[in-house]
C-alpha cells in the first residue's frame, strides 16, 4: 500500500508521527517534492506503483481531492472518491466510486479481502458522546415520518460534527428523569429533505405518551449503519428508517454493543461542555 500526497515529504512524515503505526502500514510514502510535476498530473501516482512493482491498472486509488481523482484516471488505475466537499459528490462523478467515507469502503467490491469487522449489518466504531436539551426540530417526525425525533441542537458542535461523516449511526440514549433506551439516529443534511444545515437526529427505540421537549438527552454512539441517501419516495424513506431500526435494535443487543448501556455518561449531570470524544 502505498501513500502518494501533492504535499512535501516532510510535511508527510509530521502528520504521520502523530498516529501511532500508520507510517508502517505503507511500503511507499511519496511526497509532492520529490516528483516533477504534482496531481492532476499522473506522475506521482505512476511512480509509486514503480515502487510498489506493481502494473498501474491493478491500482486502486482512494482519493478525496479533484486533483487527485484526474491524477489517478490519467494513469490507468481505478479511484474511489471521498468527497471533502460536503453535498458536492456530484463534482467528483469523473471517479468509479463515490463513497460518503471511509466507513463505506467495501475493498471487496474490488477484488480485495473484506474488512472483517462488520457485524449484523452494523461497523463498530469508537464510542463518541453528544448531549443537550431536546429541542423542537422540523416538525416532520412524527407529522410528516411518523418516526417521533428527539432532536439536539447543532450549533455548540460544529467541531464534533466535522469529525463525524454524516451517516446513520445508533447506540444508546440516556434521558434525565427516564432512563436509557436503544437508539439510531441520523447526522447530515437529509438528502430527501436537503436540510440547509448538518443536523442531528436520534429516533429513540420506545414508545413514550407524551413529548420530552427540554429534558436533558445524552447519548453513546457506538456503531454505525449506513451513508446518508436520497430516496425516489417518501414511503421508501420511511421503510428504510423503519429497517435501520431494526437493524439497531438487534445489534445493541450483542455484547460488544449493550455493555454501553451502563455507560456513566448516559447517567451524569451534562456538564457545561456536554460532548466529548
Not at 456530484?90 to 463505506?104: K, M, P, R, T
Not at 439536539?152 to 467541531?159: F, G, Q, R, V
Not at 430527501?192 to 413514550?208: G, M, R, S
Request: charged letters at 25%.
Amino acid at each position: 500500500m502505498a501513500l502518494a500526497s501533492n504535499s512535501p515529504r516532510e510535511s508527510i512524515e509530521t502528520k504521520l508521527s502523530y498516529h501511532i503505526g500508520w507510517k508502517e502500514s505503507f511500503s511507499v510514502i511519496l511526497g509532492g517534492d520529490e516528483v516533477t510535476s504534482g496531481k492532476p498530473s499522473p506522475e506521482i501516482f505512476l511512480e509509486a506503483a514503480k515502487r510498489l512493482d506493481i502494473d498501474p491498472s491493478k491500482c486502486l486509488v482512494i482519493e478525496d481531492s479533484i486533483p487527485g481523482i484526474i491524477a489517478g484516471k490519467a494513469a490507468a488505475m481505478e479511484v474511489i472518491a471521498v468527497p471533502s466537499l460536503p453535498k458536492q459528490s456530484h463534482l467528483y462523478a469523473a471517479a468509479d466510486e463515490v463513497i460518503n467515507s471511509l466507513l463505506d469502503l467495501r475493498p471487496e467490491k474490488w477484488g480485495l479481502p473484506p474488512f472483517e469487522d462488520w457485524i449484523e449489518g452494523t461497523l463498530p466504531i469508537e464510542p463518541w458522546y453528544i448531549g443537550g436539551p431536546v429541542i423542537k426540530g422540523f416538525g416532520r417526525g412524527s407529522k410528516v415520518l411518523g418516526i417521533p425525533t428527539a432532536n439536539l441542537s447543532a450549533e455548540h458542535y460544529s467541531t464534533l460534527l466535522s469529525d463525524h461523516p454524516s451517516g446513520v449511526y445508533f447506540g444508546w440514549a440516556g434521558l434525565s428523569t427516564r432512563g436509557t433506551y436503544k437508539m439510531v439516529m441520523s447526522i447530515g443534511w437529509n438528502p430527501y429533505f436537503n436540510n440547509a444545515e448538518k443536523t442531528i437526529e436520534p429516533w429513540l427505540l420506545h414508545d413514550f405518551d407524551e413529548d420530552f421537549y427540554g429534558e436533558d438527552l445524552r447519548l453513546t454512539i457506538v456503531g454505525y449503519i449506513r451513508p446518508e441517501a436520497n430516496f425516489p419516495t417518501l414511503e421508501s424513506l420511511i421503510e428504510r428508517i423503519h429497517q435501520d431500526g431494526r437493524i439497531a435494535e438487534t445489534a445493541l443487543e450483542l455484547p460488544l454493543y449493550s455493555k454501553y448501556r451502563e455507560d456513566p455518561y448516559l447517567k451524569s449531570p451534562l456538564p457545561g461542555d456536554n460532548s466529548h470524544l
